[in-house]
């Protein structure tokens, strides 16, 4: 067993450091207060391999292992979450399942492109206005084919990056029969006639990140848009979100870290009954929790990370990693408040951000109760 | 082109604590990595060489630990990397160094241009350019912020000049110089890139050859503590006295403290 990091993988952390030092965290209180996307940010990110995480070298990608990728959201998330929240969703949900299920016409026509997001990031459309959680029983948005091409009717909701996408890869009823096999994966490019993008959601957190709702209106695109195999679209579905929950467990440990190194710095210099808070039982106590919950957490993200790399099963770890991690950001964010007093709950200080975005991750890709539920499924059985 | 690189591999120099007792620097168990100036170096070198072709070649002397830390310097884009690990160059002086290198470059032979930071981020002391262009009898210009590769009329034949500028604080002084030679190098030449994530992956896959002294042909009489005949007697930071001026009264500490920003230059009368 072995817990050091290659020096690769330490040279590219460094490198994702430096460029969210520089590009991300200088922005991410100016873009939370206007809820605004950093696109200049995005064009850069592209040359240095940050949006091509899940696309193979062959098709423009960086072709790397998820514990980079784990490690890169952890960096980007210690600066700005929404902006981390927009390069997970590109990576570990638009473009993941066109790498993975993709045909090689299908590869070659858009992975290169989404890999440099010249003409704009991908997104994955799974929830709608009536249903998240249930994507069984819930999905309403269909699919015919007419000829050659899907006709596809309905709406979805929440969908991140579908403002600033090329492409939004969509779950539709393609059997109206229901049950598991009714659902299919479709690729649709956000120019096509009768897809409608609406206004950005306005939100508690995460606020760079663009979220929208979609209605498909008479949507047509070619036949062979299908993603994978005709029924499959939910076994994808869950594929997908296995890999992705690595990824918002990732960021949560860079927001966890990021707040208490903020809290860290406050307590030491902060005096109350005059001595610095730092010398306070009480304040070390918090400290020392939340570091230790993090290091925990982060473990687990880069075992399922890791598992993931080997081509293990890692449906249980990546759920259990999410779990934890996204509860413990949570807490961990909550308690740096506490630390900053009146000012953690200022905007004056980034902490009271961190809250609001950590606040997500607990209910993205998979609330904490599915998590459970995943968990309590593969331990039951 | 081809662009033989000098970087050292420095101290992290943000870590660097100093102990409030002694003054002393702690300085062990901290990261080794390369500073801004061997940094935009390099930069200007790959730059050099997107535009001129040719190759780039990073020289490195130091601690095992360059085996890791050179791999940066191929992930930006050098295309092969030499290291000079040896116990007995520890502890050499600017002129032990200098003659490592110098030897070095001699023994790789074909190159076109020396690049290299004017100063190192640790200790500063400005003599590894100079002391290697007179080792190899080459030209040198310090203090470089901009270089130019001067065109031959010829386009196919090879570059034979470069057009610098020396950054004098408050004049630039332009300079033509031929090739090939020494130029030092100052962190406003350039901003040095961030390796991408592909080249990082694989920039163990690059050429990297470990050299020790016999491959260069210098002796423990040449080089290393023996050889060198700077010692550093003390390295403390300087004492901080701090004037702890308070005044009790809020109208003339306004006063005050206005008239202390406009003598420092901060506050423009
Ligand atoms: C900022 C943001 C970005 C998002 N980005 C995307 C995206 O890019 N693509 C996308 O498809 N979706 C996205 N979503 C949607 C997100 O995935 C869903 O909100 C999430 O899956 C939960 O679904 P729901 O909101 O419909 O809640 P519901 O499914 O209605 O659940 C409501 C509550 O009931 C609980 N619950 C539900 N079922 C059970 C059960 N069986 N047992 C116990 N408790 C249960 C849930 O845990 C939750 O607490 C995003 C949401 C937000 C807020």
Redesign the pocket.
Same mark, same amino acid.
């Given at each position: 067993m072995n817990f050091q990091l290659t020096e690769e993988q330490q040279m590219w952390r460094k490198t994702v450091h430096d460029f969210s030092e520089q590009e991300v965290k200088p922005r991410a209180a100016e873009l939370d207060a206007s809820a605004e996307f950093n696109a200049e940010a995005f064009q850069r990110m592209g040359p240095l391999g940050l949006l091509g995480m899940d696309i193979p070298e062959e098709y423009g990608g960086a072709g790397v292992d998820s514990l980079c990728s784990a490690i890169a959201l952890e960096e980007l998330g210690m600066a700005c979450g929404g902006t981390a *929240?927009s390069v997970v $969703?590109h990576n570990g *949900?638009g473009c993941a399942p066109i790498s993975l299920f993709g045909s090689e016409k299908q590869k070659r026509n858009w992975l290169p492109k989404l890999a440099l997001g010249t003409d704009g990031l991908a $997104?994955? $459309?799974?929830? &709608?206005p009536? !249903? #998240?959680?249930?994507l069984v029983g819930?999905v309403k948005t269909r699919a015919e084919l007419e000829g050659d091409e899907w006709v596809i009717n309905g709406s @979805?909701?929440? +969908? !991140?990056? $579908?403002g600033v996408a090329s492409l939004i890869v969509t *779950?539709c009823r393609t059997d109206p029969s229901g049950g598991s096999r009714s659902l299919s994966q479709i690729v649709v490019p956000t120019k096509t006639q009768g897809l409608h993008i609406h206004p950005a959601?306005k @939100?508690m957190?995460?606020r760079a990140?663009p !979220?929208n709702a979609l209605t498909y209106e008479n949507v047509r695109v070619p036949k062979d848009y299908l993603l994978g195999k005709m029924g499959r679209g939910l076994h994808q579905t869950l594929e997908i979100l296995d890999g992705g929950r690595i990824g918002i467990g990732s960021i949560s440990i860079g927001l966890a870290q990021a707040a208490i190194n903020g809290a860290i710095g406050y307590a030491k210099e902060r005096e109350t009954f005059g001595v610095p808070l730092a010398q306070h039982q009480a304040i070390q106590w918090m400290i020392a929790d939340a570091i230790t919950q993090i290091e925990a957490a982060r473990l687990l993200i880069y075992r399922a990370a890791w598992l993931k790399d080997c081509g293990n099963s890692f449906s249980k770890e990546s759920a259990m990693a999410k779990l934890l991690a996204t509860e413990m950001a949570e807490q961990v964010c909550r308690n740096a408040i506490q630390i900053h007093g009146a000012y953690g709950y200022s905007s004056e200080y980034p902490i009271e951000r961190m809250y609001r975005d950590a606040r *997500?991750m607990t209910? #993205? &890709?998979?609330?904490?109760? +599915?998590q459970?539920?995943v968990i309590a499924k593969r331990v039951l059985s | 082109m081809n662009i033989i690189v000098c970087m050292k591999q420095v101290i992290d120099l943000e870590q660097i604590r100093i102990k409030p007792n002694t003054r002393e620097p702690v300085i062990e168990g901290l990261p080794l990595l390369f500073g801004d100036f061997e940094k935009c170096a390099l930069e200007e070198a790959i730059r050099i060489k997107e535009v001129h072709g040719g190759k780039v070649t990073a020289l490195a002397v130091g601690s095992p630990k360059l085996r890791d830390t050179i791999k940066e310097a191929l992930a930006m884009g050098a295309d092969e990397a030499i290291i000079l690990i040896d116990p007995i160059f520890q502890d050499s002086d600017a002129m032990g160094s200098a003659r490592v290198l110098a030897r070095t470059i001699e023994k790789v032979g074909e190159y076109d241009l020396i690049l290299l930071g004017d100063s190192s981020a640790d200790e500063y002391s400005g003599e590894i350019p100079p002391r290697i262009a007179e080792l190899l009898n080459l030209p040198q210009v310090g203090f470089v912020r901009e270089i130019e590769v001067v065109a031959d009329n010829d386009q196919m034949s090879e570059p034979k000049k470069i057009r610098v500028a020396r950054d004098m604080e408050d004049s630039l002084e332009v300079i033509e110089v031929d090739l090939p030679a020494v130029i030092g190098v100052t962190s406003e030449l350039n901003t040095p890139r961030l390796a991408p994530l592909s080249a990082i992956l694989k920039a163990s896959r690059k050429p990297m050859h470990e050299w020790r002294s016999d491959d260069i042909g210098v002796t423990a009489e040449e080089v290393g503590a023996r050889a060198s005949v700077v010692e550093m007697l003390s390295n403390l930071a300087p004492i901080q006295d701090r004037k702890g001026i308070i005044y009790q009264d809020v109208e003339e500490g306004v006063i005050e403290v206005i008239k202390a920003l406009q003598q420092e230059g901060v506050l423009t009368q």
């Open positions: *929240l $969703a *949900l $997104a994955l $459309a799974l929830t &709608e009536g !249903t #998240g959680s249930d819930g @979805k909701a929440w +969908i !991140t990056n $579908a *779950l959601e @939100k957190g995460m990140s !979220t *997500l209910i #993205g &890709e998979g609330t904490s109760e +599915i459970r539920m | -």
